[in-house]
């Protein structure tokens, strides 16, 4: 029997005599109608739900309401009649069963009372009505609760916590209008509604006070107290990217076609455009919404392919051995953008491994199929087919000088690892010296083994080039001080010059074998967890312990440069590793917190990304690369260089450049930063302070004490006269460790 008949039945007596009549209505209709438990349908659980419902009604009402309600007992008030009773319990019966209404009460026949059609639209009529605007945002009341949470992306507008969705809302109407989305979820700390993120650094906003580096919270809160006394919220992160960037490390991988956790991106007219569309992209997190903008909004051409062969504003490309190439020759091209200048390099420097406007030559390798000779082409190809349906490489040079010599005459090279450089990359070994000499220095293996790719075989890779023993091998000890690999002798005697003024001695091939191993190859001696390689584990257990926790790798392949980044970040207290900030805190582990800075300085001290960013790395990054590291505190067209033109200040360049206009149409050279100084340094606001050590001026002294002391006490005109060019000569070539200036 069907059960909502029966039901018809048990209630028949009370609804028989009963004459449907609507009064002044107070309320519209259910979708579906009659659905009092919000189930989505009208079913018996409804009409028993109505019946409970009337029963409470007519009996005072007494307690709370039958738990069967879905959202508030008006629900049940189906007839729109402003009462609850036995009226509405028929009228969901009818409904319920898929019968049609009478239609004095129901003139279109659509199963909703007219009286309902034709009421008012009230919040707080228990019914959720979506045409006249109702939704869980603007009446919880008669729609419930927003589903999802505040600290989850959902498709739907609003979330479950009325006071933080109104408080993120009030800052981002889109979160209750559209959905709750990305930047909805990161305005819960941003805009210090709530707590989502566990973290509370400083480069997000949270609603605690402070950010855990004294350094970056002494500069922000001298400026906002507020950061420091109640939250450090989305203003203090606007200080963080703005005047405080030098001090707080969050200049990670910001590129404008990339989510990052930082705010803003790589490219100011960019940053502008989206931040004016949505400012939360320079407040909180660049997130996947801020580049859609980015993309749809701004114009901006994101290369998803990364043709090494044109510019895109992603840094790096698609091929690694040209990436390997380009960036070793600017490392900006990894860090920042590949630009155009990375696109001339890979179809110059590194025109062989990119394969960047280089000619199809069947004697060199490229990266088409096929040759410039048909005759050579069929040859070779006759005996690799890959050779003309996929790449050109060197299997197929290979046979050019062997099997098909006659159709192609190419020169066989002249490749001895240990004697002799040629223009062509890697050399004749089984791959041991190769993989030793290019992680020493990957030109070796991308562009040319050339001279220098020869005094690394002999002096750090004698045992994997099986090279005679020489007098100046670094992994082998011998009685003359130094080792005929440069980086490798500054490596090991960085802090201790006995190395390399006194004797070459088993201490000296241990430290290559152990903290300077990725400069020298030496065989392992020790495993420091603060120095990357390629063997896993290191020579603490707690440390290992704790990094391989979190990154298996580590444990199982090697004990790589992410193995060292866990070894500072995560697990510091094990492991007695640090971090730098680039500017002032240097530590012992590779690089430091900004690739910009990081590329900069190590293009020019290839220690401080290899083996620990130290304190020479720091004098560096202040003194060399003060544009990349944003250490640089004073006025830039007063100090600083660029290859540009002009320095940014309205009032400095006019003066300069009246007296030489190249240093607005060109480059802001040494002349112009010196005509800043004198005579434009009222209208340049130049400081009349000491002069940069490595760049030089009319006054005596420099800005770096301990550079100043080691080139005065050589030549004391520099400290009594004026550090001119002769003293920056010096400190870059007498005292380089303290001056850190670039050759």
Same mark, same amino acid.
């Given at each position: 029997?069907?059960?909502?008949?029966?039901?018809?039945?048990?209630?028949?007596?009370?609804?028989?005599? +009963?004459?449907?009549?609507?009064?002044?209505?107070?309320?519209?209709?259910?979708?579906?109608?009659?659905?009092?438990?919000?189930?989505?349908?009208?079913?018996?659980?409804?009409?028993?739900?109505?019946?409970?419902?009337?029963?409470?009604? !007519?009996?005072?009402?007494?307690? /709370?309401?039958? %738990?069967?309600?879905?959202?508030?007992?008006?629900?049940?008030?189906?007839?729109?009649?402003?009462?609850?009773?036995?009226?509405?319990?028929? +009228?969901?019966?009818?409904?319920?069963?898929?019968?049609? !209404?009478?239609?004095?009460?129901?003139?279109?026949?659509?199963?909703?009372? %007219?009286?309902?059609?034709?009421?008012?639209?009230?919040?707080?009529?228990? +019914?959720?009505?979506?045409?006249?605007?109702?939704?869980?945002?603007?009446?919880?009341?008669?729609?419930?609760?927003?589903?999802?949470?505040?600290?989850?992306?959902?498709?739907?507008?609003?979330?479950?916590?009325?006071?933080?969705?109104?408080?993120?809302?009030?800052?981002? /109407?889109?979160?209750?209008?559209?959905?709750?989305?990305?930047?909805?979820?990161?305005?819960?700390?941003?805009?210090?509604?709530?707590?989502?993120?566990?973290?509370?650094?400083?480069?997000?906003?949270? =609603?605690?006070?402070?950010?855990?580096?004294?350094?970056?919270?002494?500069?922000?809160?001298?400026?906002?107290?507020?950061?420091?006394?109640?939250?450090?919220?989305?203003?203090?992160?606007?200080?963080?990217?703005?005047?405080?960037?030098?001090a707080c490390p969050c200049a990670k991988d910001?590129?404008?076609?990339? $989510?990052?956790?930082?705010?803003?991106?790589?490219?100011?007219?960019?940053?502008?455009? #989206?931040?004016?569309?949505? /400012?939360?992209?320079?407040?909180?997190?660049?997130?996947?919404?801020?580049?859609?903008?980015?993309?749809?909004?701004?114009?901006?051409?994101?290369?998803?392919?990364?043709?090494?062969?044109? $510019?895109?504003?992603?840094?790096?490309?698609?091929?690694?051995?040209? @990436?390997?190439?380009?960036?070793?020759?600017?490392?900006?091209?990894?860090?920042?953008?590949?630009?155009?200048?990375c696109v001339q390099i890979a179809g110059s420097?590194?025109? #062989?491994?990119?394969?960047?406007?280089?000619?199809?030559?069947?004697?060199?390798?490229?990266?088409?199929?096929?040759?410039?000779?048909?005759?050579?082409?069929? &040859?070779?190809?006759?005996?690799?087919?890959?050779?003309?349906?996929?790449?050109?490489?060197?299997?197929?040079?290979?046979?050019?000088?062997?099997?098909?010599?006659?159709?192609?005459?190419?020169?066989?090279?002249?490749?001895?690892?240990?004697?002799?450089?040629? @223009?062509?990359?890697?050399?004749?070994?089984?791959?041991?010296?190769?993989?030793?000499?290019?992680?020493?220095?990957?030109?070796?293996?991308?562009?040319?083994?050339?001279?220098?790719?020869?005094?690394?075989?002999?002096?750090?890779c004698t045992t994997a080039c099986a090279c005679?023993? =020489?007098?100046?091998?670094?992994?082998?000890?011998?009685?003359?001080?130094?080792?005929?690999?440069? !980086?490798?002798?500054?490596?090991?005697?960085?802090?201790?010059?006995?190395?390399?003024?006194?004797?070459?001695?088993?201490?000296?091939?241990?430290?290559?074998?152990?903290?300077?191993?990725?400069?020298?190859?030496?065989?392992?001696?020790?495993?420091?967890?603060?120095?990357?390689?390629?063997?896993?584990?290191?020579?603490?257990?707690?440390?290992?312990?704790?990094?391989?926790?979190?990154?298996?790798?580590?444990?199982?392949?090697?004990?790589?440069?992410?193995?060292?980044?866990?070894?500072?970040?995560?697990?510091?207290?094990?492991?007695?590793?640090?971090?730098?900030? *680039?500017?002032?805190?240097?530590?012992?582990?590779?690089?430091?917190?900004?690739?910009?800075?990081?590329?900069?300085?190590?293009?020019?001290?290839?220690?401080?990304?290899? #083996?620990?960013?130290?304190?020479? *790395?720091?004098? @560096?990054?202040?003194?060399?690369?003060?544009?990349?590291?944003?250490?640089?505190?004073?006025?830039?067209?007063?100090?600083?260089?660029?290859?540009?033109?002009?320095?940014?200040?309205?009032?400095?360049?006019?003066?300069?450049?009246?007296?030489? $206009?190249? &240093?607005?149409?060109?480059?802001?050279?040494?002349?112009?930063?010196?005509?800043?100084?004198? $005579?434009? @340094?009222?209208?340049? =606001?130049?400081?009349?302070?000491?002069?940069?050590?490595?760049?030089?001026?009319?006054?005596?002294?420099?800005?770096?004490?301990?550079?100043? =002391?080691?080139?005065?006490?050589?030549?004391?005109?520099?400290?009594?006269?004026?550090?001119?060019?002769?003293?920056?000569?010096?400190?870059?070539?007498?005292?380089?460790?303290?001056?850190?200036?670039?050759?």
């Amino acid at each position: 029997m069907n059960t909502l008949r029966r039901t018809v039945g048990f209630i028949t007596l009370s609804v028989a005599c +009963l004459v449907l009549i609507a009064s002044e209505a107070t309320a519209q209709c259910q979708n579906p109608v009659g659905d009092i438990n919000s189930s989505g349908k009208t079913d018996v659980v409804d009409v028993q739900c109505g019946i409970l419902t009337a029963l409470w009604v !007519l009996s005072g009402p007494i307690g /709370p309401s039958p %738990d069967c309600i879905g959202i508030a007992p008006l629900v049940a008030d189906v007839s729109c009649d402003g009462n609850i009773n036995v009226v509405d319990v028929q +009228l969901i019966i009818k409904i319920g069963i898929g019968d049609t !209404l009478s239609v004095d009460i129901d003139a279109n026949q659509n199963l909703c009372p %007219d009286a309902c059609e034709n009421a008012d639209d009230q919040c707080g009529n228990g +019914l959720c009505v979506g045409a006249a605007g109702e939704t869980c945002v603007t009446c919880p009341t008669d729609c419930g609760l927003c589903a999802g949470g505040c600290c989850e992306e959902h498709t739907n507008p609003g979330c479950n916590n009325p006071d933080v969705q109104d408080c993120v809302c009030n800052a981002d /109407p889109f979160c209750c209008e559209v959905s709750w989305d990305a930047n909805c979820v990161a305005g819960v700390d941003l805009h210090v509604c709530g707590t989502c993120q566990e973290d509370t650094g400083c480069c997000t906003g949270h =609603s605690t006070p402070g950010c855990g580096i004294p350094a970056c919270e002494d500069c922000v809160c001298s400026l906002e107290p507020f950061c420091c006394e109640v939250a450090w919220d989305a203003e203090c992160v606007f200080v963080v990217a703005g005047a405080c960037e030098g001090a707080c490390p969050c200049a990670k991988d910001n590129a404008c076609c990339k $989510p990052h956790g930082v705010p803003g991106c790589n490219d100011s007219n960019i940053e502008a455009c #989206v931040c004016n569309l949505e /400012p939360i992209c320079c407040f909180g997190p660049w997130n996947s919404a801020c580049v859609d903008i980015a993309k749809t909004d701004c114009l901006l051409t994101c290369d998803e392919n990364l043709n090494c062969c044109a $510019p895109s504003a992603i840094p790096g490309c698609a091929q690694p051995n040209c @990436q390997n190439c380009v960036c070793a020759v600017d490392s900006l091209c990894c860090a920042v953008a590949w630009d155009n200048e990375c696109v001339q390099i890979a179809g110059s420097t590194c025109g #062989v491994t990119c394969g960047c406007g280089f000619t199809d030559d069947c004697c060199t390798i490229h990266p088409t199929p096929g040759c410039d000779d048909t005759d050579c082409e069929s &040859c070779v190809c006759g005996h690799d087919e890959l050779c003309c349906t996929t790449l050109w490489d060197e299997g197929c040079v290979g046979l050019g000088y062997t099997d098909c010599v006659l159709s192609c005459g190419c020169p066989p090279p002249v490749s001895d690892c240990c004697t002799t450089a040629t @223009q062509q990359p890697g050399c004749n070994s089984e791959g041991l010296c190769q993989e030793c000499v290019c992680k020493l220095d990957p030109n070796c293996c991308n562009i040319a083994w050339d001279e220098e790719c020869v005094v690394l075989a002999n002096a750090a890779c004698t045992t994997a080039c099986a090279c005679p023993e =020489s007098d100046n091998a670094c992994c082998l000890p011998h009685a003359a001080p130094g080792c005929g690999a440069p !980086l490798c002798a500054d490596c090991i005697c960085r802090n201790d010059d006995f190395c390399c003024t006194v004797t070459w001695d088993e201490s000296c091939v241990a430290k290559g074998g152990a903290e300077c191993a990725p400069l020298c190859g030496c065989a392992p001696t020790a495993a420091p967890c603060c120095t990357p390689r390629t063997t896993p584990g290191c020579d603490s257990s707690t440390c290992t312990q704790c990094v391989c926790a979190a990154d298996p790798f580590c444990c199982e392949v090697a004990w790589a440069g992410s193995c060292v980044t866990l070894a500072a970040e995560t697990c510091g207290a094990e492991c007695g590793c640090t971090s730098s900030n *680039c500017c002032s805190l240097p530590s012992n582990t590779p690089g430091c917190l900004s690739p910009d800075c990081s590329g900069c300085v190590c293009a020019n001290d290839p220690y401080c990304c290899a #083996v620990a960013f130290d304190s020479v *790395c720091v004098n @560096q990054a202040n003194s060399s690369c003060g544009v990349a590291c944003g250490c640089f505190t004073g006025n830039i067209c007063c100090n600083l260089t660029n290859t540009t033109g002009g320095c940014g200040d309205d009032a400095c360049e006019p003066c300069v450049c009246n007296i030489d $206009p190249f &240093c607005c149409t060109t480059a802001w050279t040494q002349d112009c930063v010196q005509l800043a100084n004198e $005579p434009c @340094q009222f209208a340049c =606001s130049c400081n009349p302070g000491p002069v940069d050590c490595c760049i030089g001026g009319s006054t005596p002294g420099c800005n770096n004490p301990g550079c100043e =002391s080691c080139v005065c006490d050589l030549d004391p005109f520099c400290c009594s006269a004026a550090w001119d060019e002769v003293c920056v000569e010096e400190a870059t070539l007498d005292c380089p460790a303290a001056c850190g200036c670039n050759f």
